[in-house]
């Protein structure tokens, strides 16, 4: 390996540590958990638009690309996520009309996240969102074992993300959802994020984790909803 290549891998392994460095700061904060160590068991950059799927109607895109032209997320600007230079994930479905004025994106992960030997598990994730109307809404969606969207299988659990965020609103911020009565030692699951919408909405996300404690401390349980 050259000097070249050497210097690169250096900086590549500063930013990883860096970034779970953060994320564990900011998890042992959000569970309440002071300093007892978090682990991260997985984390998703959106750095590879291969490892996504879209499943709705009207699309996500896995990339660098800027907010459209003159649509909603223009004015909401690019997501300010600690790695939105190597990707994100970004919806607006004004630049995306249907003739019914009804709208649906779903972002399935093709891939399978395995949690073992930890007594709690949660998620993390960077979310930027604007609601333009009533029917606005954003959702993450957990599928267990080998259930995924695009076969249609019963969703395991759907929580929403920005609920009460006022219409014409928009929101920047890092979500922790505590699925530790959910999620046990063992299990397998995947993940997709869900909009749907009459017209405007627009959403990024990025930074996406799965973390992992001890002892056994169930800080919040979660908020099962109806499906679609």
């Known amino acids: ?3 070249n290549n050497s210097t690169k891998l250096i900086l590549i392994l ?20 002071g300093t007892l160590p978090i682990d991260v068991l997985y984390t998703n950059t959106f750095n590879d638009s291969n490892q996504w799927l879209n499943v709705g109607y009207t699309l996500f895109e896995v990339d660098t690309t800027a907010p459209y032209g003159s649509f909603v997320s223009n004015y909401m600007g690019a997501i300010n996520s600690t790695t939105a230079s190597d990707g994100f994930a970004m919806i607006d479905l004004d630049a995306q009309p249907t003739s019914s004025n009804t709208q649906f994106g779903m972002l399935a992960l093709q891939e399978t996240i395995v949690v073992d030997g930890y007594d709690n598990y949660g998620i993390g994730l960077h979310s930027f969102y604007g609601r333009y109307d009533a029917t606005d809404s954003v959702f ?26 006022d219409v014409s609103s928009i929101e920047d911020s890092i979500h922790w959802i505590d699925l530790s009565n959910f999620l046990s030692s063992g299990d397998e699951f995947t993940v997709a994020f869900e909009c749907r919408s009459s017209w405007g909405l627009a959403w990024m996300i990025d930074d996406f984790n799965v973390v992992a404690w001890n002892p056994t401390v169930v800080i919040s349980g979660i908020e099962d909803l109806p499906t679609f």
């Open 140 to 165: 993450i969606t957990i599928f267990k074992t080998s259930n995924n969207p695009q076969f249609n299988i019963p969703v395991d659990t759907t929580i929403q993300l920005h609920a009460g965020l």
């Open 1 to 3: 390996m050259n000097e």
């Open 14 to 33: 500063t930013t990883i540590l860096f970034v779970c460095l953060a994320t564990t700061k900011r998890a042992n904060a959000q569970f309440g958990l």
